[in-house]
Each structure stands twice: as C-alpha cells, then as structure tokens.
C-alpha cells in the first residue's frame, strides 16, 4: 500500500470509527492485551473487524462460507437446529461503502475481480469482493509475526490465492494444504472431491512457526530397517547424525490424511452444524502458529471449533459470527469442553479502535454520507427523495440487539419507516412485495 494510500485509509477509518462514538452503547471499548477478555461476537465480521486495532491478533483461522450455491441447515434435532447460512452469492452481499477505498488501495485487484466477472461469473466476482473487503482487515488486524489460515475449497481457492498474493505478498505465502478426507460420494463421471484446500499466509517473513509441537509419527516404511530404528532409539549417531531429537516424530507434510472430517468427529465433539471441523484440524494450526497466551481470531468462527480447541490450548480467542445460535453452541461447547462457562463476553456491538485518533462527526455528517452512499434512494421503496424527506433508521431494530453505529443506520422514506417501525428489513421487504403484488393484481383486473 503506498503512502498516500495508507493515509487516507487511516483518515478514512478515523471517520468510520467516530461513528460508533454515536453509539449509546457504550459497553465495547477498544480492545487491548491488558484488558482483554475473550469474545462471542454475533454481527457482520466486517463491523467487528473494522473496530480492532491494528497489530493485534497472532492467528487468523477463516472458513467462510464456499460459494457453492448451497444453503446449508443443520438437522432438525439437532443441537444446531435452526441454524443456516447463506452459501449463493449477490452483488447485495457487498457492503458498497468499501468498495471505492478497495479500488483506490488495491488496483490490481479491482482489474482482477472485474476479470473473474468475465471468466467465472457475477456471482463469484461478488463473493471475492465480499471476501476481499474482509482479508484486507485481517491483514491490518493481524501481528507482524501473525499467520492467517483460509480454509476453502476448488471452488474458489485458485481466485483466493490471488486475492491473498496481492494483499500479504506473494512471498509472504507458507502453504497448499490439502486437508484429505473420505466418505460417501454420488459422483459418477468425476473422481470423488474429498479434500479441501488451506492457504497459509504469514504476514513478515518473521513468523511464529513451532514445529516441536505439531509432530506425527514417522511411518514403519520409513524406520524402515529395523537396525536403523534401534540405532535412533538410543540416540546414537547414524551416517553422522544424531537422530535422538527426530524420534518424536516429524513435521507433518502439507497433506493431512491424518485427520477424519464430517460424518467421521467422534459423537462427543459433535454439535450437528453441518460445516463443523474437527478440534483435532484447528489443534494442530494453533500449535504450529501460536504459543501459548497469544490471540487466536476466527471471523467466521460457525460452531466455536477453534474457540473451544485455543481455549484448551491455553491460548486467547475471538470468534465473530453472524447467527446467533453460536452463542449457545459455544456455551454447550466450553460446558462441555472444559467447565469453563464465564471465561467470554458475547458482544453485538463492533469495538472502538484505540490505536487511531477518533474525529467525532455530527449526525448531520452521518446522514449526508447515507445520503450519498444509497445515491439519494430510499433504501426500502427504491424511490428517490431529497435528503429532508428521508429518516434515519436502524437496520436491526434496537430491541432485537441492533446498536447505534454507523453500519446499523441506512436512510428509509417516511413512509417506510412507519410500515418497518421495529422490525427488520424482511418485515418491510415483505409488505412492500405484498403490496407490488396486490398492485398488480388490481391493474391485471382493471384491464
Ligand atoms: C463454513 S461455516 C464455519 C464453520 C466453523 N469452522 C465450525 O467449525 O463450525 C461459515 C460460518 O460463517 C458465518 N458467516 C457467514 N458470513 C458471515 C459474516 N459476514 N460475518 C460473520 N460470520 C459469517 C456463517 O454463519 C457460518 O457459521
Ligand atoms: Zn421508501
């Protein structure tokens, strides 16, 4: 990032931030080492990203959603019944009020996401952009001697590597993990998909790496000859090496076939949300980038999976979500896990940053840059207005745990405001399609 881009994105998020000074809710001040306590976050990632300081987090684990046109649900039943998540992707996804600073900051990026309309699809230049708004907070969140690890899969790992090239660096990549499972397949005229992919980047060429902790047994065709086993048994040097300090074990190689996914976590760790991952997945990316102590973040942390593994790892942790039913899964899991019920606090409200020097805006500033973030448009009818005629509104409704910041307000017509009074947007989506239809109907009848 050059210079002048750098300072205009701090000013740029000096103002952001203000905007959570609006807040009433002042119940989530920045975040820092010596007052930090564990977080549930239930909101977009984006908010809660944007609020932390830079430099923060020593490990990022991530496993968004695939972009795979599937809705996932949990069985009825089971402990994560109810719990969805959008897995289909539109250009409504994208939050617009990052879009332009992404141009400015990461050009190449914007020609290449532009490129994947043409060669892939909308859908999935919509999904890297809604990625690429998010790894670029990452990045900033994240220790000079930080790793992120993004797990995904064919679908888009080829797109992401590039997104992630151009934001930590081409060499600042570690790793192709290939996490290899097995299970029932219905491919006839394919080979069976049965591995996913893990892109490790770290952020500085100086990065935490422990690879005493992580390592797995050599395989008897290794040992090999039994002489040369009993030799590093004792310790004793074999052509010239002393093997004593390898008879752990070694470092795993970038292919993981060691670790049973889906259908195959034993029942006791399993909660029924359908893209949970093993602890045993999550252990080993911890030990290997983290010491003890030390911040593990996950933004689209689902059933808690590497909260619960840092938490028994001894190490600190912050998971973002965006359903709320991770609250209580996580309760079910830390219960379950270790005992430990009150070691967090769930937030819905997005931190302040503490690093950066907030500039208070009034809350006329805040309309007019609605204003001119929804191109004068009521953001329920669709309908044009003057500033004058439009109101102020929370997204999420204030008693269902909607805050007053910038991210939660958008501008709505009188006339919408009144009909989506406390409820959310699908609330007056649906009033407003009732009322189109209904409209339709008449005109048809009236012919
Ligand atoms: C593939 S799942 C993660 C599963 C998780 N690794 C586990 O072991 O349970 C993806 C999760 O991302 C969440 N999610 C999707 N978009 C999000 C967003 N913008 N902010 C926060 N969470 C989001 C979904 O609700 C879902 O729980
Ligand atoms: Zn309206």
């Not at 699809?121 to 690429?132: N, V």
């Not at 102590?293 to 059933?303: A, K, M, S, T």
């Not at 965006?322 to 997005?350: C, H, W, Y």
């Amino acid at each position: 990032m050059s210079l002048r881009a750098l300072a205009s994105w701090e000013k740029y998020f000096c103002f952001d931030t203000a905007y959570n000074l609006l807040s009433n809710n002042f119940v989530n001040c920045g975040m820092n080492e010596t007052n930090f306590k564990n977080k549930l976050y239930t909101n977009d990632n984006l908010f809660i990203l944007n609020g932390m300081n830079s430099n923060f987090v020593d490990l990022i684990y991530l496993d968004p959603p695939f972009n795979s046109k599937r809705t996932y649900s949990a069985p009825v039943g089971s402990k994560a019944a109810g719990t969805s998540f959008k897995d289909m992707w539109t250009w409504d996804d994208v939050n617009e009020a990052y879009l332009e600073k992404l141009a400015e900051d990461y050009p190449a990026l914007e020609d290449f996401i532009n490129t994947v309309s043409i060669v892939h699809s909308s859908a999935m230049s919509a999904y890297l952009t809604y990625m690429t708004q998010r790894i670029i907070q990452m990045h900033r969140v994240l220790k000079d001697t930080g790793s992120l690890y993004l797990h995904c899969d064919q679908t888009a790992s080829h797109y992401l590597k590039i997104v992630l090239d151009n934001i930590f660096g081409k060499n600042n990549f570690r790793n192709e993990i290939v996490w290899c499972y097995t299970g029932p397949s219905g491919a006839k005229k394919n080979f069976p998909a049965k591995h996913d992919v893990i892109l490790r980047y770290s952020k500085t060429e100086d990065y935490v790496f422990n690879p005493s902790d992580i390592l797995i047994p050599y395989s008897d065709a290794t040992l090999g000859r039994r002489e040369y086993a009993e030799t590093k048994q004792k310790g004793i040097k074999f052509k010239g090496k002393e093997y004593t300090e390898y008879l752990k074990g070694k470092i795993p190689p970038d292919w993981w076939c060691d670790i049973p996914s889906g259908g195959q976590i034993s029942r006791k760790e399993r909660t029924g949300y359908r893209t949970q991952k093993p602890l045993k997945l999550l252990n080993r990316i911890i030990e290997a980038s983290t010491n003890e102590g030390d911040i593990v973040l996950d933004p689209f942390c689902g059933c808690a999976t590497t909260c619960v593994a840092a938490e028994q790892l001894g190490r600190k942790w912050i998971g973002i979500d965006i359903e709320k039913q991770a609250v209580g899964l996580l309760m079910e899991r830390l219960g379950d896990a270790s005992g430990v019920f009150d070691n967090f606090i769930n937030e819905t409200i997005p931190p302040k940053r503490s690093d950066v020097t907030i500039v208070e805006p009034t809350k006329k500033e805040v309309r007019e840059r609605l204003y001119k973030e929804q191109e004068r448009i009521c953001n329920g009818c669709g309908n044009e207005y003057l500033l004058k005629d439009l109101t102020t509104d929370h997204i999420v409704p204030v008693v269902m745990g909607g805050g007053s910041y910038y991210e939660n307000y958008q501008l709505l017509c009188a006339n919408c405001n009144s009909i989506k009074s406390k409820y959310p947007m699908e609330y007056l989506r649906m009033k407003i399609n009732a009322r189109k239809s209904k409209m339709l109907t008449k005109i048809v009848f009236g012919r």
